[in-house]
């Protein structure tokens, strides 16, 4: 608001707002009733826009009413006029009473700053100002800095060079310089002008703050941002909003997420770009669950319309949890909220639909897409692939190069990873030479691991094998890990040793690793070699997280732990576990209790196995859902074989579609057999 300040103030809250009409009228109507000395600089900020014919009469008479206002300002106001209402010059005087408020040249120049639209154009303004003589005074040296520095066509070294030929440049033209190079994504230099500034004396404002922590959070340079935070503290900007927003996100950008906590407890008056800056924070640091409580916290105390960047925020936790129908009714709100979806919007919403196991959604999202890029195209193809409609993912693929886009490596390993998943090897191999040879991409150690992968889990280990040895860089952890977990699924220990020998020498503290090496050895019953591996693990200090998986019911999801008797309802989630392996038995399902890493009698296996967090989901799931429904899981571990034929038995006699999403894949699961046809 514009308040009875002093006019400095006036103009800065003048540079930072809209400069809208109203924003012109209010500020007049201020200047008038506080007599101020006006500076020339506000002058030229009222006079620089376009002014409408209700507010003239206040704008003219400014000049009337003010005695303490000297020529300048009373002639820039005129001559803003006069340019503006070409209607009302035949009105006007044709001969003004006192010679000194004719119209100068000069003066007329720094309106047409704000014309400006190019840098073409700015230096024929600034060439003219030259000409005219009216460069070093600070006030019009301030709007050629900040018109160079700000605008989208600016250019931020012309912009220094004015700025150090400024003799004692002040706040505003250090604020302006410190916002542009953060613009310009030069937050270093941001940092060391405002060291200048301290050096030099000038005194920062609160609008000084913002930029700087922003140039902080850009830098993830979390003691400079505390530094910083002490300034404000000491010169009592902490009570300002947007400063108290712009730490939130510093803090939270340098992964301090209870710096952000603790400023956002604090603050007396909060905005919804404050909720914006929490909720980022903990999206940043993927904090799903924190992220959805506090977006409902938000709608809570009344802010239910978010802003975009929030509910890309929410749709991306709603993505890692796999909560569906909470994806959905911030789908809604986009649509309620927004008058258009961007392309960033529309794919964060395919991808959200793709890996909440709802690709239909995804698909249909995708089709009435207006524009698409490469990331909506990687994000569906890879969609695609991960529910193992391989074929399908390829089409895509060609819709996008008959639209003319031009691949890169991140879709190729989409592309790769589509072949992968549904088996397709010879396509994969095809389209690997063809981006080579048609697309001049240079396969990147990525893609080699795509590669390796699409080759291991068709069987292929020494082909894959061979292809590591003759890569031209060096192979990393993932490439061995590929074959390594095709070694598990063709269960072939030889390889399988080779691949784990190279994978430990390179990464020895991935527990999961171990895990799946002990897997094969557990296959084969070489039982002093699994116990050899939990020995080599213990002794690293390294424990495998325990699994789990998430069910969303009724918007709300629900987190089972493996063999953990955590949740409120477990007494109803095991007796319906009793009653689903009873049926289960009518079946012919006996537990598979080839891959329990114990080497323990039958029984304790098979009880280990039944206790499977998928398992205790799908049971709570089946209580609470209607029949018919859909079952949705997203788990965090590699899906084990007995889950596998449990969960396909399940479906075939609850006559329920299951879709499980663990870490590698979407199986869909239903009358009894799985869409991955055994990929996985
Ligand atoms: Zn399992
Ligand atoms: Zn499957």
């Known amino acids: 608001m514009v308040g009875p300040a002093d006019p400095i103030a006036l103009v800065r809250t003048f540079t930072f707002a809209e400069k809208s009409p ?32 209700t507010c003239l009469a206040s704008c003219t008479t400014l000049s009337a009413r003010l005695p303490s206002w000297d020529a300048c300002d009373s002639r820039m106001i005129r001559t803003s006029v006069l340019q503006q209402t070409p209607l009302l010059v035949a009105q006007e005087d044709p001969k003004p009473q006192i010679p000194e408020l004719r119209p100068s040249k000069g003066q007329e120049c720094f309106p047409l700053l704000q014309r400006c639209k190019s840098m073409e154009e700015f230096k024929q303004v600034h060439a003219q100002i030259l000409k005219l003589g009216f460069d070093w005074d600070s006030c019009h040296t301030g709007s050629l800095v900040a018109t160079c520095a700000l605008s989208n066509w600016g250019s931020m070294d012309y912009a220094c060079s004015i700025f150090r030929q400024i003799d004692e440049p002040g706040s505003f033209e250090f604020n302006t310089m410190i916002r542009g190079h953060v613009k310009d994504m030069n937050p270093k230099t941001a940092l060391f002008l405002y060291e200048e500034m301290q050096e030099r004396g000038v005194k920062p404002d609160n609008f000084t703050y913002p930029s700087l922590l922003k140039a902080c959070a850009h830098l993830s340079a979390l003691g400079e941002g505390i530094q910083i935070h002490g300034h404000v503290f000491k010169l009592g900007f902490e009570a300002d909003l947007i400063v108290q927003n712009s730490l939130i996100n510093m803090y939270g950008k340098c992964g301090e997420i209870k710096l952000s906590c ?5 603050m007396h008056q909060r905005s919804i770009a404050s909720w914006s800056a929490l909720i980022a924070a903990y999206a940043n640091l993927g904090m799903w669950w924190e992220c959805l409580r506090l977006f409902g916290e938000m709608g809570s105390v009344g802010y239910w319309r978010a802003e975009e960047s929030t509910l890309v925020s929410v749709l991306s936790s709603c993505t890692h949890l796999g ?25 964060s919403l395919v991808d959200m639909y793709v890996r909440c196991g709802s690709l239909e959604n995804g698909l249909c999202v995708f089709h009435n897409m207006p524009k698409k890029n490469q990331l909506s195209y990687s994000v569906m193809i890879s969609g695609l692939a991960i529910h193992g409609r391989g074929h399908e993912a390829l ?6 190069l008959k639209e003319g886009l031009k691949p890169d490596a991140v879709i190729y390993v989409s592309v790769l990873s589509a072949c992968s998943h549904a088996g397709l090897v010879n396509e994969g191999l095809c389209w690997f030479n063809r981006m080579k040879a048609e697309h001049r991409i240079e396969p990147t150690i990525q893609l080699y691991s795509c590669v390796v992968d699409l080759m291991g889990r068709a069987g292929m280990l020494n082909e894959a094998y061979e292809l590591i040895k003759t890569m031209p860089m060096k192979p990393n952890d993932v490439v061995w890990r590929c074959l390594l977990s095709a070694c598990k699924v063709h269960q072939d220990l030889e390889m399988g040793e080779i691949a784990g020998r190279n994978l430990f020498q390179l990464n020895p503290h991935n527990a999961s690793d171990y895990v799946l090496l002990s897997n094969i050895y557990a296959l084969a019953q070489r039982w002093e070699d699994v116990a050899k591996m939990r020995k080599e693990m213990k002794h690293k200090g390294l424990t495998q997280m325990p699994g789990f998986s998430l069910v969303e019911v009724k918007r709300k999801v629900h987190k089972f732990v493996s063999d953990d008797k955590s949740h409120p309802q477990w007494n109803a989630v095991y007796e319906m576990m009793h009653q689903m392996e009873w049926q289960l038995r009518f079946e012919g399902y006996s537990a598979d209790t080839s891959q329990v890493l114990f080497n323990v009698d039958e029984a304790e296996k098979r009880q280990r196995l039944s206790r499977h967090s998928q398992k205790l989901a799908m049971a709570f799931a089946l209580i609470h859902t209607c029949q018919g429904s859909t079952v949705r899981i997203v788990k965090n571990h590699r899906m084990c074989n007995d889950c596998h034929t449990y969960t396909g038995l399940i479906s075939k006699i609850f006559n329920r579609t299951i879709i499980v999403r663990d870490r590698n894949r979407f199986h869909h699961f239903k009358d009894g057999t799985c869409s991955c046809r055994g990929f996985w």
């Open 323 to 347: 909560a569906l129908g909470l994806g959905r009714c911030t789908h809604g709100s986009l649509l309620r909220n927004m008058s258009g979806l961007n392309v960033i919007v529309e794919t």
């Open 22 to 53: 109203s924003w012109a009228c209010k500020a007049s109507i201020v200047a008038l009733k506080s007599s101020l000395n006006i500076s020339v600089v506000f002058t030229t900020f009222i006079c620089s826009i376009s002014i409408p014919s």
């Open 262 to 266: 603790k400023v956002f407890e604090k």
């Open 395 to 400: 089409d895509v693929f060609s819709d996008m």
